[in-house]
């Protein structure tokens, strides 16, 4: 599906009022009904290496912030310690491959010269001392640039999603801040303004998710919010399943595990679906894979072009999986 027939033709802007009515789904028989996760988190352990950065730049245009696959994937390993999934290799081998990047001199200048990136370098070490593997130099960098107020990274201009992001981590990593209460910050957000899911961008709609992830800890904290935003997700859910994006959809069932956890027919559709697009080797294809692109590919080329493509999806449905499975067991 294309962004135009995503979006209304701009003369029917106030003239739609409500939401669809989803009917009820009807399973195919065979289909999986759930993501597994014992392949998909193999999948994972089994290209740690592409998270390296240095392997990474190999194949792939380098990333504005080197260190953010290894981010993304301690956010699922810290998600994965909650349940049964939490002595997979994966887990350790993650942990081991961001303590030797947060290790590093060049890691430690960069918290206080990259002001733009400070808060995700704060994420790593916050995650890196909750997963049991603290870093005591690296926190204290982290402690003087917040004393000094470097950059000023708690300043009030910056965006309600930045400022509550970089709560969540200082909160996370137990680090003194002079940051708003979280519900000030979410009430200031995308998430507490009522937003018309037929009009929102898809970076408007990752920052929705964001929001919701840090306002609930990743669905580890139930959170009770207007029955409209509600909606609001469950109709981006279902828009987001009809257009194939896989990754999206994914961070949508992650936030209404959160905020609706009982099964309705999307979120079941969703499940569903997102069980029956992962490959035979475990990946879940984000919206950039090709299949006929991929299989003209060979060697390590091919191995690159499947991780860039489909590793944040695969983290992402791996994320939802675990923790509806934990949902479900508690």
Not at 193 to 215: G, S
Request: aromatic share 8%; charged share 20%.
């Amino acid at each position: 599906m294309t962004a135009a027939r995503l979006h209304p033709a701009e003369e029917l802007r106030g003239q739609v009022t409500g939401f669809p009515e989803w009917p009820g789904v009807v399973l195919i028989d065979g289909a999986p009904t759930e993501p597994t996760l014992d392949v998909t988190l193999d999948w994972l352990a089994d290209r740690l290496r592409w998270f390296d950065p240095t392997q990474w730049e190999r194949f792939l245009p380098p990333r504005q912030f080197r260190e953010g696959t290894a981010l993304e994937l301690l956010v699922l390993c810290r998600i994965l310690r909650r349940g049964r999934w939490r002595d997979h290799p994966l887990v350790d081998g993650a942990i081991e491959l961001a303590h030797r990047l947060v290790s590093t001199a060049a890691f430690h200048e960069a918290v206080g010269r990259d002001y733009e990136k400070f808060a995700y370098r704060a994420y790593l070490v916050a995650l890196l001392a909750d997963l049991g593997h603290p870093l005591p130099d690296a926190a204290e960098r982290v402690r003087t640039v917040l004393e000094t107020g470097c950059g000023g990274r708690q300043g009030a201009w910056h965006t309600p999603l930045s400022r509550l992001e970089l709560r969540y981590v200082l909160e996370l990593g137990g680090f003194a801040h002079a940051l708003p209460p979280t519900h000030e910050l979410i009430g200031a957000s995308i998430a507490g303004a009522a937003p018309d899911p037929l009009y929102l961008r898809d970076d408007e709609v990752y920052a929705l998710t964001h929001v919701m992830f840090y306002a609930t800890d990743f669905a580890a904290d139930p959170m009770r919010i207007e029955l409209g935003l509600v909606d609001t997700i469950r109709t981006l859910l279902g828009a987001y399943l009809a257009a194939g994006d896989m990754d999206l959809a994914g961070e949508l069932l992650l936030c209404l595990l959160a905020i609706a956890p009982n099964d309705c027919p999307i979120t079941a559709h969703g499940w569903s679906t997102l069980g029956r697009r992962k490959l035979a080797d475990g990946a879940v294809p984000g919206p950039l894979f090709d299949l006929t692109r991929w299989s003209g590919l060979h060697g390590e080329v091919a191995e690159a072009f499947a991780f860039g493509t489909c590793h944040h999806t695969t983290m992402v449905a791996a994320m939802a999986a675990a923790e509806r499975e934990r949902h479900r067991a508690g």
